[in-house]
């Protein structure tokens, strides 16, 4: 019985395949709940976290909806409502553009920038964490793997 097997409880054979993709999942669990115990006592989400990070990276340039929504690590639809939930919190400014008033136009504000500066640590600490039971060489095979298991 190899280890996926005994952590799953099964006696199983898992083709090899099966088997990575479900350890992906397992990781991908394992580090998504480690970064939401952080986020949640800053009443953030992990997306909205993202759209936070995508947003500041504009160095103060506006970026419309369809920029943020391409940029996101996770592509989900309900870009609106997060975006919406941060102007609510004052982290995010929505205005139109004076060129075209279809176009809406979205800026991290000043207490975004401040949430994010007061994270960051924590979540760099967090990532660290995460990977520690790795070596940098391990880290950047795994890296290599994982892009290249993920380009098409």
């Known amino acids: ?3 996926l097997n005994f952590r799953l409880k099964t006696e199983s054979n898992l083709t090899l395949e099966k088997q990575t993709v479900i350890n992906l999942f397992l990781a991908q669990t394992f580090s998504k ?3 939401m115990s952080i986020l949640k006592p800053h009443d953030l989400s992990i997306e909205q976290f993202n759209v936070l990070r995508i947003l500041r990276g504009q160095r103060g340039n506006p970026v419309n909806l369809k920029d943020v929504q391409d ?3 996770s592509k989900m639809s309900n870009t609106t409502r ?3 939930k941060l ?3 004052d982290f995010v400014k929505r205005t139109e ?3 075209n008033r279809r176009k809406i ?3 991290i504000t000043d207490k975004g920038l401040k949430q994010l500066a007061k994270i960051d640590p924590i979540i760099d600490q967090t990532e660290i964490e995460i990977t520690s039971n790795l070596t940098s060489t391990e880290l950047q095979q795994l890296n290599h793997l994982l892009t290249k298991l993920t380009t098409t």
Do not use: A, G, Q
């Open 33 to 35: 709940t480690k970064l």
């Open 1 to 3: 019985m190899n280890d």
């Open 87 to 89: 102007i609510l919190k």
């Open 82 to 84: 997060l975006i919406d």
């Open 71 to 73: 940029r996101m690590v």
């Open 105 to 107: 136009e979205l800026f």
């Open 97 to 99: 553009c004076p060129e």
